[in-house]
């Protein structure tokens, strides 16, 4: 008995000097640290406090696919991850915010890498670096460096993104009608080439780099998220790993491609059926309402009813998502997203009660929890009478 509790002593002894640390932290986020980590999730900083980010142009390894290869993504949507156990802990909580925002918003899951694994991640503590991470699925070791104030939930979000195969949006072809760079703060890098997939441009609501940006649309007055997943980034990652179970299964389809599995939100008061499409607008991305027969979306902005016919987007439910409308006066935790404001808030699909003389109908409308439920009607933006939320229950 003697014996064995020295070798016991003698083994933790040995290990803490490999490790070169106090205690000995696993090498992978533990469950009480994914549970801390699902109760303190990411929230949008305001923009006195932009994302810190790697300089401009420094962060990207391997970012060009591999001829005749093209990127990959990770197997089943798995990603395989050792973790450098010289992170803190106050680090490692970090790390656990940041691998917990992929594993509440789509099927992605990044599991402790065991021997079988042919690809992985090493998520890795360099002070020499902000960020740093190789693009795509690779064969064997990869790595994911943070060091410094970066190893922070929203930059490491946005690494761990190139890691799952997301690429910048200023890189796309059509980035000039979007945005300018200042050149004083950085220089514009080149647009890919076509061909490249196009899985890979949704990381615009990612990126601001400190000013490198200047937005060229009306009304829009930011790049970059702030910090969480985009909407819209949530939306292409679940396309790209065909989460289609669950709640995940939801589509925004261009009207232009056809779509089926329209999602009824209402009907005008002469009961032509109103479907829940989006559009953008100054800047926001709004859920509104879609008429099928003549495909124009209207939305609600500025007191006013928007006409849109093109760039327009329905909202379809091609794997049986389990929607339902909720009676709510507060927005539900499983409420859908639908859009988001040029400020980066959420916008939430609703059905919106509108009366008139003694008919009462429901039509599809847009919540924003700061300003509220509004639908549009005869060229008027009109708030809501009362609300059901787009809920899903999978
Ligand atoms: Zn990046």
């Not at 007191?303 to 329905?314: A, M, P």
């Not at 439910?317 to 507060?330: E, K, Q, R, S, Y």
Request: charged share 15%; glycine share 10%.
């Amino acid at each position: 008995m003697e014996k064995l509790l020295v070798f016991v002593f003698s083994f933790a002894a040995i290990l803490q000097l490999a490790f070169g640390v106090g205690a000995l932290k696993p090498n992978y986020i533990t469950e009480e640290e994914f549970a801390f980590a699902r109760k303190n999730p990411i929230r949008v900083n305001n923009f006195t406090a932009p994302l810190e980010l790697p300089p401009y142009g420094t962060e990207g390894q391997v970012p060009h696919p591999r001829p005749g290869f093209g990127p990959r993504f990770w197997t089943n949507g798995q990603v395989p991850y050792t973790l450098d156990p010289t992170f803190t802990d106050s680090q490692r909580e970090q790390v656990a915010i940041a691998l917990n925002t992929y594993h509440e918003a789509t099927c992605i899951r990044f599991i402790p890498k065991e021997g079988h694994h042919t690809s992985w991640v090493d998520i890795l503590h360099d002070p020499t670096v902000c960020g740093v991470a190789h693009v795509c699925m690779n064969n064997g070791a990869q790595f994911a460096k943070f060091g410094g104030t970066c190893v922070n939930p929203g930059t490491m979000v946005h690494e761990l993104g190139h890691t799952l195969c997301m690429g910048h949006e200023q890189t796309r072809l059509d980035r000039d009608n979007w945005i300018g760079f200042n050149t004083a703060i950085c220089q514009p890098h080149g647009i890919d080439n076509p061909d490249f997939d196009r899985g890979l441009h949704k990381l615009y609501d990612y990126v601001s780099y400190s000013g490198c940006f200047q937005p060229k649309q009306p009304g829009v007055t930011k790049c970059g998220s702030g910090g969480p997943l985009a909407v819209l980034d949530i939306e292409v990652l679940n396309e790209m790993y065909g989460c289609n179970s669950g709640c995940q299964g939801y589509r925004y389809v261009n009207k232009n491609n056809n779509p089926s599995s329209l999602v009824q939100a209402g009907t005008e008061f002469n009961g032509e059926p109103l479907y829940s499409c989006r559009a953008y607008h100054q800047g926001d991305i709004i859920p509104g309402k879609y008429h099928q027969g003549r495909g124009e979306c209207h939305v609600a902005w500025g007191g006013g009813e928007h006409s849109k016919f093109d760039n327009i987007e329905v909202l379809t439910n091609p794997n049986g998502a389990n929607f339902i409308w909720v009676n709510a006066v507060n927005l539900p935790s499983n409420a859908v997203r639908g859009g988001r404001t040029n400020e980066r808030e959420t916008i939430y699909v609703i059905q919106c009660q509108l009366q008139s003389g003694d008919q009462t109908v429901w039509m599809p409308g847009k919540f924003i929890p700061s300003t509220g439920a509004y639908t549009s009607y005869g060229g008027q933006e009109i708030r809501c009478a009362a609300v059901q939320f787009l809920a899903c229950n999978n």
